[in-house]
Every structure is written in C-alpha cells, then in structure tokens.
C-alpha cells in the first residue's frame, strides 16, 4: 500500500535519534514484560517447540504491523503484545486446553477487526478532552519515573550512573543524552560482565500451527476477557498516547490492521498484538526526533527490530531479558521523562479541566484493579466521570480534519517548550 506522500528529505543525522529510540523500546518490552508469555506458557505445559513459536508469531506479527502502520501513515505507530492479556493467561491457561485457547484468541482477534471497521472506536477516543487524555498518560507513566529513581536502593552503583549521565548530557548535549546512557549502560554492563553473550546461539525459529477448538467455556472465560482487557489496557491509552503527541491518524485502520494481524498469527500461539502504549510514548516524543514529521522513522525501527527477534526466536528475547531489572526501569523511566512533563503541562493548561485532569491523573497513577480490569481504564472513567460532574457534561465531539486517506497524518504544530508533546 503506498503512502499518500511522498516522505520528507532524511539526513543520516535524523536516523540516530529515532532508530536508538525503536531499540529501547524494543529492549524494554522484552526486558520489562515478556516473562509473562514464558510464565503463560509454562503454566499451560507448551513444549519449548510451542513457546518458541508463541514468540515468533507474536514478535513477526507487531514488527510487520508497526512497520506496515508506520511506513503507510508517517507517524511512530508502534505496536505490542498485550501486556495485560498476557498476565491473564498466566491463570487462564491453567484450567484451559491450548486448542481451545488458540479458538479463543482468533475469537478475540475477529471482534478487533470488527471493531475497527465500524468506526466506533474512533469516535469514542475524539469525546475524551484534551487535559483528560493528558492527565491519563501522565499517571501511567508515572510508575516508569519513580522506577527511574528507585533503582538506587537496588543497585545505586549503576542507576546513579545512568541518572547522573542523563542530567550531565542533558546539560551539555540534550539531543544525545537517551543515546548517551543507553551507550554507557551497556558498555558499563559488559564491563562488570553482568550480561553474558557468550553462550548466545543464533538459531532460527520454527513456527508451529495449532488447529483451534472452540467451546462456550473458552469464550466467556477467555475470549471475552481477552478482549475487553486488550481494548481497555492497551488500544485506548496507546491511541491516547499518540493523541497526546499530536498526531492525528484515525484509530479504526490501526486497529483493523493489528486485529487483522492477531487473527492470522493467532493459530501459531500469538495472543493478541495492538497499538502500544508505553513503550509507544518512548517513540512518539520529543526525544525520538525534535521534528515531529520525522518521528515514524521509529516505528520502521522498532517493527524491525522486532521481526529480527521473531526470526531467531527465543534466543535474542533471552538476552534482552538477560538485562538486570535495574538497566531497564531506570532507562525507560528516563527516555520517558520528558513525555511526563509534557503531559503534566498539558494536562494542567486548561484551567476548566484542570482538576478533572488532576484528578485523572492520580487514578491512573493508582492503578486501580477490579473486576479484572486495568488501571489505565478506571483512572478514564474517573476522570471522565469528575469532567462531567464538575463542568454539566462532556465536550462534544471534535469534526475530523482527515485527508483522503484513513491513515494519513494531520500534524500540527509543536510549541517551543513542549517537554514532548507535539499538541
């Protein structure tokens, strides 16, 4: 599908930015959540030959899906597996027969495609207000900051290191100052020989196709909660996340697409893949590229990245798991620092949603869990709820500014001082 523009001119110099900002998001996806698909799959007995292939489905299907969305609309679309979901399934699969649960993920993965070909989603994300979107992303990421600074009653040697390198090249070299600590993080690592490579062996992953089974018992217990949290946990703060950092592509065609790619990666173990939402805000701010217009640049990079994972299988997502803990909370609650203050400003611009905003934003930051769901949809719905209180009802729905394409973007302009944001 070709891209309703042709691309701005690249330099080599605006590659640097954007591509290092794919690979921490990358590292940090794997590093920070994809235990939990190890965890699922040993709960649920799969032999090495179906876990291996659970991680090439899931990794080839989000890097083409990013790589796809982000090439066609211009814009950092990164995409992930569902980091909720999968912590469901560390309990679902327990008492659920692996056929089954394939059924059920194809299930799940038909209603995304359904969804987004209806339009409603779309029109559901351009009701939230502004400062809401902002004060939700901003207690999201929240936990990612603090993670930064609590490394240091864990192993203050290298967490001091990275947060002292961050603030000297802030200081002296701002553009280069997420390179730089990604740079010397590692390098201070192999140093200490707390990464070991040398029994890495590239082998390449074999993909194993499952014949699904369906049943009423995986569709309640699994397809149903599958879905709901994915669309709660994952599609809505991500396109917030996007919203957020000014960019305007229609949610309908990415969910339709990341849908379309979980349904026929489905039979091979993916779970479910979305729009990305943390590991997003690490690519669509202002630390990706200064210039807004050349931030996709970062979703090319990460959807590659991801599909190198996928061909070799297992063995590359286990030496990004093979980071300590500490490397990866401190590096992404530092890339992310500027998106938090972007969104804290952002969030307390308007003096009419101001405590709306406040109030969205320490939900979010609470992490309420009930009923299965995630914190990210309690902090919206508290916040949208105390909007409408406070104001006598929501705003109205915004007119779309859209060109002839659903996925082309519709940037505006970044003010001076940002702190990442684009709106």
Same mark, same amino acid.
């Given at each position: 599908?070709?891209?309703?523009?042709? !691309?701005?001119?690249?330099?080599?110099?605006?590659?640097?930015?954007?591509?290092?900002?794919?690979l921490? #998001?990358?590292?940090?996806?794997?590093?920070?959540?994809?235990?939990? *698909?190890?965890?699922?799959?040993k709960?649920?007995?799969?032999?090495?030959?179906?876990?291996?292939s659970?991680?090439?489905?899931v990794?080839?299907?989000?890097?083409i899906?990013?790589? /796809?969305?982000?090439?066609?609309?211009r814009?950092p679309?990164i995409?992930?597996?569902?980091?909720?979901a999968a912590?469901f399934?560390?309990?679902?699969?327990?008492?659920?027969?692996?056929?089954?649960?394939v059924?059920?993920y194809?299930?799940s993965?038909?209603?995304? *495609?359904l969804l987004? %070909?209806?339009?409603?989603f779309?029109?559901?994300?351009?009701?939230? !207000?502004?400062?809401?979107?902002?004060?939700?992303l901003?207690?999201?990421?929240?936990?990612f900051?603090i993670?930064?600074?609590?490394?240091?009653?864990?192993d203050p040697?290298?967490?001091g290191? =990275?947060?002292?390198a961050?603030?000297?090249?802030?200081r /002296?070299?701002?553009r280069y100052?997420v390179?730089?600590?990604?740079?010397?993080?590692?390098a201070f690592?192999?140093l200490?020989g707390?990464v070991?490579l040398?029994g890495?062996?590239?082998?390449?992953a074999?993909?194993?196709?499952?014949?699904?089974a369906f049943s009423?018992?995986?569709?309640?217990?699994?397809?149903l909660?599958? $879905?709901?949290?994915?669309?709660?946990?994952?599609?809505?703060p991500?396109?917030?996340?996007?919203?957020?950092?000014g960019?305007?592509?229609?949610?309908?065609?990415?969910?339709? *697409?990341t849908g379309?790619?979980?349904?026929?990666?489905?039979p /091979?173990?993916s779970?479910?893949?979305?729009?990305?939402?943390i590991?997003?805000?690490?690519?669509?701010?202002?630390?990706a590229?200064?210039d !807004?217009?050349?931030?996709?640049?970062?979703?090319?990079?990460?959807?590659t $990245?991801?599909?190198?994972?996928?061909?070799?299988?297992?063995? =590359?997502?286990?030496?990004?798991?093979?980071?300590?803990?500490?490397?990866?909370?401190?590096?992404?609650?530092?890339?992310?620092?500027?998106?938090?203050?972007?969104?804290?400003?952002?969030?307390m611009?308007?003096a009419?949603?101001?405590?709306?905003?406040l109030?969205?934003? =320490?939900?979010a930051?609470?992490?309420i869990k009930?009923?299965?769901?995630?914190?990210a949809?309690?902090?919206? %719905?508290?916040g949208l *709820?105390a909007?409408?209180?406070?104001?006598g #009802?929501?705003?109205r729905r915004?007119?779309?500014?859209?060109?002839?394409?659903p996925?082309?973007?519709?940037?505006?302009?970044?003010?001076?001082?940002?702190?990442?944001?684009?709106?």
């Amino acid at each position: 599908m070709p891209s309703p523009h042709p !691309p701005p001119s690249l330099r080599l110099s605006d590659l640097t930015h954007p591509v290092v900002a794919g690979l921490i #998001s990358v590292i940090v996806n794997y590093g920070g959540t994809f235990i939990l *698909v190890f965890q699922a799959a040993k709960v649920a007995g799969l032999s090495p030959e179906l876990t291996a292939s659970w991680v090439w489905s899931v990794s080839i299907g989000v890097g083409i899906t990013g790589l /796809f969305l982000s090439w066609v609309a211009r814009e950092p679309i990164i995409t992930a597996w569902s980091t909720p979901a999968a912590a469901f399934l560390v309990t679902a699969l327990a008492t659920t027969p692996y056929a089954e649960a394939v059924g059920a993920y194809l299930i799940s993965a038909a209603a995304f *495609v359904l969804l987004g %070909l209806s339009g409603y989603f779309e029109k559901v994300i351009r009701l939230i !207000p502004p400062g809401i979107a902002a004060g939700l992303l901003a207690g999201i990421l929240l936990q990612f900051g603090i993670g930064a600074f609590g490394g240091m009653s864990v192993d203050p040697l290298l967490a001091g290191l =990275l947060i002292v390198a961050y603030v000297a090249l802030k200081r /002296f070299t701002a553009r280069y100052a997420v390179v730089g600590i990604l740079t010397l993080g590692l390098a201070f690592l192999l140093l200490q020989g707390r990464v070991d490579l040398s029994g890495l062996e590239l082998r390449l992953a074999a993909p194993v196709f499952t014949v699904p089974a369906f049943s009423l018992n995986a569709l309640l217990s699994v397809a149903l909660p599958l $879905f709901l949290i994915t669309l709660t946990g994952q599609y809505m703060p991500g396109m917030l996340v996007l919203r957020n950092d000014g960019f305007k592509t229609s949610a309908n065609p990415i969910v339709t *697409v990341t849908g379309l790619g979980s349904l026929l990666m489905a039979p /091979f173990g993916s779970h479910a893949f979305n729009i990305a939402a943390i590991t997003a805000a690490i690519c669509t701010g202002k630390e990706a590229h200064e210039d !807004p217009s050349k931030r996709w640049i970062a979703g090319i990079a990460a959807g590659t $990245f991801y599909i190198l994972v996928g061909v070799f299988g297992v063995t =590359l997502a286990a030496v990004f798991m093979a980071f300590p803990a500490t490397f990866i909370t401190t590096l992404a609650g530092l890339a992310l620092l500027g998106t938090i203050g972007g969104s804290l400003a952002n969030a307390m611009a308007d003096a009419k949603s101001r405590e709306a905003a406040l109030i969205t934003f =320490l939900a979010a930051a609470a992490n309420i869990k009930l009923l299965g769901i995630g914190g990210a949809f309690w902090g919206l %719905l508290i916040g949208l *709820v105390a909007y409408a209180a406070l104001n006598g #009802s929501l705003p109205r729905r915004q007119p779309r500014h859209e060109a002839a394409s659903p996925l082309q973007p519709a940037l505006v302009p970044e003010p001076a001082a940002s702190g990442g944001s684009a709106k």
